[in-house]
């Protein structure tokens, strides 16, 4: 089974400052790609970047950036100059492209509720 | 900007009740998807649908769930017997043929099961 954990339930980080949410995954296969979605607290689910297992150089999008690690498996959000617009619940997700009828599907970390203060 | 859109935003039943939640991809996308996401949880793939078909769907997809493309531009979600462990947000995603780098999301309609 695909796993995606995401260890931080919440982070406090002072607007301007940076911040990084911690996503790890635990797949056999070669080629898959991981997101990152904001979720505010209206609810929606915002996509925010995209990193590709083959990709060489880390995904950014603006003030995000992804801190991706193939070995360790890990694929970290980096927040640059956080805004208190950022305050909401960010989720790690990953989908796998050679895998037949699963093609697209998003298997979801628990999400870390990130707090942004003045 | 295009955008998947969903209706009703909050939709209020009764146990037992039927219910369609409604859904329009984005035009030239070709692959859909039900999650859901009860409160305070992590969200869960229900079904993915392409070429008028079912691709995949998950455990939590049992006979009460079924989805439909029933004209060119919607895609439904109907629970037959509504239970009260179905209260969630249920969101629709769409994305375009093999690509994989981006999913788009509705705002969701939030089930609420009395």
């Known amino acids: 089974a695909q796993k995606i954990t995401q260890t931080q339930p919440g982070m406090f980080v002072q607007e301007k400052e940076a911040v990084t949410l911690d996503c790890t995954y635990d797949t056999s296969d070669q080629s898959y790609g991981l997101f990152w979605y904001k979720q505010p607290s209206s609810g929606e689910m915002i996509f925010l970047i995209y990193q590709g297992s083959y990709d060489e150089q880390n995904a950014t999008e603006g003030r995000y950036s992804l801190n991706f690690q193939k070995a360790r498996k890990s694929a970290n959000l980096v927040i640059s100059a956080s805004q208190l617009g950022d305050s909401a619940m960010y989720f790690c997700a990953m989908s796998f492209f050679d895998r037949g009828s699963t093609l697209g599907r998003l298997y979801f970390g628990r999400g870390t509720q990130l707090t942004v203060w003045p | 900007e295009p955008e998947v859109t969903q209706t009703p935003s909050h939709q209020v039943t009764q146990m037992g009740q039927e219910v369609i939640l409604r859904c329009v991809p984005i035009s030239n996308h070709l692959y859909f998807y039900w999650y859901r996401q009860i409160l305070g949880q992590k969200v869960e793939f229900l079904v993915s649908?392409?070429?008028?078909?079912?691709?995949?769907k998950s455990e939590i997809f049992d006979d009460q769930f079924s989805v439909e493309r029933p004209d060119g531009s919607n895609f439904t979600l109907k629970i037959r017997s509504t239970k009260l462990e179905d209260s969630a947000m249920y969101f629709c995603?769409?994305?375009?043929?093999?690509?994989?780098?981006?999913?788009?999301f509705g705002p969701g309609t939030r089930l609420t099961v009395t």
């Open positions: 995603a769409s994305s375009e043929v093999i690509r994989m780098d981006e999913q788009y």
């Open positions: 649908f392409y070429n008028n078909e079912i691709s995949e």
